[in-house]
């Protein structure tokens, strides 16, 4: 009976390891901007900031890790070696989440991406969980052979693969599912003006360009946008104050004086099309050449037609499309590249509702503007 019970809590071990870890790595590798963006936060935070860099390759590399492993885990393949690697990988989580959990240097890990938010608390309470999972599987598994099969050797490879073809794809185009509050949609008119009580809210974080001192503002505050005088650090979260703050609450256009147009774009009872850039340098020949043909049937339809960056207006009051000219307004960075993960692109509204987002190199394949 004993024996039986043993063997009852290696498999419910075993297949929660494998579901859990399955998850963490799909919704990685949908959305590997966005699991680039949590290592630079990690990075910023311990001020390990020479691997910046690395951080979207390590996106990759992370997703098709945790999705390889746990499917192999579920299917009972090479049960050894992804035995000792989910153990080493949770005594590595373990402390660290009790360590983020106390300091607070991030307040998301950031384990599930976007499709599940954990405090830290919660983060460290399972993986409290899980790592005691992570021994009985270990133990479990301890006498049998390193070498696997070239079966269970082809399928590790395949799965890693796939999880690794899934990133790619979503890097180059959009996540194949947006977890995220910019979905198709999504009605900013309402959800911006909308109150919801929550323990968060966002601020920027900027220093004195003069003095080198830290300051915070209110995303939606002017203020920061003084360019002669601060310096944009990060965009975060933070559980200091508790307020009342709307369900999109970092969504906020300003033009070159500083104030807000938000109200009047999301009042616009017509279409808006945003041309997003999160550094004018990334935008390519063959994107300029596009998006030069679909702004000037955008206008000749009536559209109003804008420039969204974080980048300086005095710097770029306008960018240049061929023959065409689009007025810049600013965004925060975080919140440009939550709307929209791609480096250039497009996001549409319709009277304050979100109804197209495009990667640039999707546009490219289009003969004409569609129709909204």
Known sequence: METKHKKIAVEISRVVLGLVFIFSGFVKAVDPWGSAYKILDYLLAFEIMDLNAAALP??????????G??????LGIYRRFNSVLV???MLFMTPLTLYLAITNPVTDCGCF???????????????MVLLPMSFVVFWSSRKLPWKPTWRDGGFMLLFGTIAFGIGVYSYRHLPLIDFLPYKIGTDLGTA?????????????????????ELAEFDINDPEWYDEGRWEWVETRNTALRTRIHPSVRDFAIMDAEGRSITDEVLADPGMVYMIAISRVKDLSPRCERWL?????EAVGRGYRVMCLTSEPLSKYPEIALGTQRVRCYNMDATTLKT???AKVGVVVL???VIVDKENCRDLLDRRELPEY
Do not use: Y
């Not at 390590?58 to 999705?67: D, G, I, K, P, R």
């Not at 492993?69 to 579920?74: E, F, T």
């Not at 030069?292 to 000037?296: F, G, H, K, S």
């Open 339 to 341: 709307m929209l993960r």
């Open 87 to 89: 153990l080493l990988i």
């Open 58 to 67: 390590l996106s990759f590399l992370q997703a098709a890790v945790e999705f």
């Open 350 to 352: 319709r009277g304050g």
């Open 192 to 212: 911006v003006h909308t109150p919801a009580r929550g323990e968060l809210e966002t601020v920027v974080v900027v220093r004195n360009i003069e003095t080198g």
């Open 292 to 296: 030069e043909t679909a702004v000037r």
């Open 113 to 127: 991406g976007d499709a599940i938010k954990l405090t830290n608390w919660e983060t460290f309470i399972k993986n």
């Open 69 to 74: 492993v746990g499917v192999c885990l579920l």
